[in-house]
T-cell receptor, first 114, second 117 residues
Framework: NAGVTQTPKFRILKIGQSMTLQCAQD?????MYWYRQDPGMGLKLIYY???????DKGEVPNGYNVSRSTTEDFPLRLELAAPSQTSVYFC?????????????FGNGTRLTVT | AQKITQTQPGMFVQEKEAVTLDCTYD???????LFWYKQPSSGEMIFLIY??????QNATEGRYSLNFQKARKSANLVISASQLGDSAMYFC??????????????FGKGTKLSVKP
């Protein structure tokens, strides 16, 4: 059981380049999330989705876009990369809306923009 | 707005001893959930334990227990019999109940625990 799979694990981008961070889960979870983790900080929500075709902004959405065409996949798109987007990105999913349902995280993508 | 505060940036503990990691929270909701996650140096986020605001008993999961003091708004993680593999960052998080971000977790800044042999 793979759980939540993120690719790539590492990436270096030049300023102004674009890329897509891939996230796939095989647990049939409806709820999916993208977070970023900056050094010495907790995680902050970028975008989330409650099901295929439904996405919405989180706390720090500027510079990012998402899509959710299937239950399994939730890619995060960076357009015109900026140094401020250097961070570790985590994708997560949740089984139910119940309060005690934990987030299941992927292993993260470490992105450097230079 | 909901907020999580972890006041200990780093802590040391001797192997086999118990350690308490502090977490205080701020919310006006009556119903909420609190989570602890472990992040080893390899980077993944591992779910450890959950405490609901209406749970009368403190949560326990193996060597992990949660010292939940509702009136003080604290949810401290207790690790008993520390092991070298417990060295990691530990994050306290609260479940957002209301608002648009369905099921989002608000995270603290984390505590780095180092276990000494």
């Amino acid at each position: 059981n793979a759980g939540v799979t993120q690719t790539p694990k590492f990436r270096i981008l030049k300023i102004g380049q674009s890329m897509t961070l891939q996230c796939a889960q095989d647990m049939n979870h409806n709820y999916m999330y993208w977070y970023r983790q900056d050094p010495g900080m907790g995680l902050k929500l970028i975008y989330y989705s409650v099901g295929a075709g439904i996405t919405d902004k989180g706390e720090v959405p500027n510079g990012y876009n998402v899509s959710r065409s299937t239950t399994e996949d939730f890619p995060l798109r960076l357009e015109l990369a900026a140094p401020s987007q250097t961070s570790v990105y985590f994708c997560a999913s949740r089984w139910t809306e119940q309060m005690n349902s934990p987030l299941h995280f992927g292993n993260g993508t470490r992105l450097t923009v230079t | 707005a909901q907020k999580i505060t972890q006041t200990q940036p780093g802590m040391f503990v001797q192997e086999k001893e118990a350690v308490t990691l502090d977490c205080t929270y701020d919310t006006s909701d009556q119903s909420y959930g609190l989570f602890w996650y472990k992040q080893p140096s390899s980077g993944e986020m591992i779910f450890l334990i959950y405490q609901g605001s209406y749970d009368e008993q403190n949560a326990t999961e193996g060597r992990y227990s949660l010292n939940f003091q509702k009136a003080r708004k604290s949810a401290n993680l207790v690790i008993s019999a520390s092991q070298l593999g417990d060295s990691a960052m530990y994050f306290c998080a609260m479940r957002e109940v209301w608002g648009g971000s369905q099921g989002n977790l608000i995270f603290g800044k984390g505590t780095k625990l180092s276990v000494k042999p």
